[in-house]
C-alpha cells in the first residue's frame, strides 16, 4: 500500500474555484505518472487529469480550459486547480500514481468536493 495523502477539497459556488494537493513518497513520486480521477454514487471511476514524471499533462475534455494539473517535484505533490466549476463536477476527487512500466495503480482516500448552485 502506497500512502498518497489528498487534501483541499470542501463546498464552494458554482463559478468559484478550489486547488486539491496530493502528496506521495518520494520513492514512487519520482518515478511515476500522478493523476487525479472522480467518482460519484453509483458511477465508475473517471479520469479527470494527468501528469508525467517530466510534467507532460492530459485532461478529459469536460475540465479542459478549467482546470490545470501541476505537479512539484521538490515536495512530492500534484496539484489539481479547478476553476469555473459547476454543480456536475460534484464528486469524490482520488489521487492515484503508478510506475512507469509498471502495472498497479495506487489510489488516495478521496477528497469530497460539492459544487452548490
Known amino acids: 500500500q502506497v500512502p498518497l495523502v489528498e487534501s483541499g477539497g470542501g463546498l464552494v459556488q458554482a463559478g468559484g474555484s478550489l486547488r486539491l494537493s496530493c502528496t506521495a513518497p518520494?520513492?514512487?513520486?519520482?518515478?511515476?505518472?500522478m493523476g487525479w480521477y472522480r467518482q460519484t454514487p453509483g458511477s465508475q471511476r473517471e479520469l479527470v487529469a494527468t501528469?508525467?514524471?517530466?510534467?507532460?499533462?492530459t485532461y478529459a475534455d469536460f475540465v479542459k480550459g478549467r482546470f490545470t494539473i501541476s505537479r512539484d517535484n521538490a515536495y512530492n505533490t500534484i496539484y489539481l486547480e479547478m476553476s469555473s466549476l459547476k454543480p456536475e463536477d460534484t464528486a469524490d476527487y482520488y489521487c492515484?500514481?503508478?510506475?512507469?512500466?509498471?502495472?498497479?495503480?495506487?489510489w488516495g482516500k478521496g477528497t469530497l468536493v460539492t459544487v452548490s448552485s
Open positions: 492515484a500514481a503508478k510506475r512507469i512500466g509498471g502495472v498497479t495503480t495506487y
Open positions: 518520494e520513492t514512487v513520486f519520482s518515478l511515476s505518472t
Open positions: 501528469v508525467t514524471n517530466d510534467g507532460i499533462t
